[in-house]
């Protein structure tokens, strides 16, 4: 029986050959490829049947990859690794529903377990990944939620909230977009609103707190 090819995508080059020596001692799988990030797997996908993918890599990320692989090839199957503790980035991974889902601390011990439980057809979660989702289960409710409202949104209102984000008060952000701070205060009122926020300091709090997920937003519309 052939071997069941694999690709490891990661930016350094110390995981992927720790994880190359590990893979290829497996009985029914071969490394074919590594890549130092997502768009040589893009480049390269028909060669392999499985993908160790890297969440956070250079030029595309493992989520774009990932997203991209579960669209055109959803017959493959992925595993992401990740040391990320950033909740709306997990919430993304997690969203896109990855075959296998593992922290890298630890991950050598269980990375076999994994590919064996998706040749099973089955979904493989690590130890230290559900740890992590049921340790943060309030943040991560709260941080869908707001994840959800933030698509209500208009383009003017993300790019005040990017503003109220960066702790800018109402004065320095009229006078950054050239308006008129009861403008602002308009809108701050209207974002709050549709973020489900009550108390004019709590939206600050809360898109401070929130800063990488707005920033992120904010790129995805005016970049």
Known sequence: MDKLKVLIADDHYIVRLGLKILVDSFEDFKVVMEAENGQDVIDNI?????????????????IKALE?????YPEKRVVLLTNSMNIP?????????PNGFLFKD????????????????????????????ERHESDIVDTEHLMDN???LTKTEIKILFKISENLSTQE??????N?????????????????ISGYNNLQAIAIKNRSLIESLYQSVFK
């Not at 991209?68 to 055109?72: L, P, V, Y």
């Not at 980035?89 to 529903?97: H, P, R």
């Not at 991950?107 to 989702?133: D, P, Q, S, T, V």
């Open 46 to 62: 028909e060669i392999a049947d499985y993908f160790i993918l890297d969440l956070e890599m250079p030029v595309v990320n493992g």
């Open 68 to 72: 991209f692989i579960k669209t055109h």
């Open 89 to 97: 980035t997990l919430i993304q991974a997690k969203n896109l529903k």
């Open 106 to 133: 630890g991950m050598h011990e269980e990375i076999k377990i994994c590919l064996n439980e998706l040749k099973k057809g089955n979904y493989y979660w690590g130890r230290n990944c559900r740890a992590f989702f």
């Open 150 to 152: 933030l698509k209500e």
């Open 173 to 178: 952000i009229a006078e950054a977009l050239f």
């Open 180 to 196: 008129s701070p009861k403008t602002i205060d308009n809108h701050r009122t209207n974002i709050a609103k549709k973020l489900d």
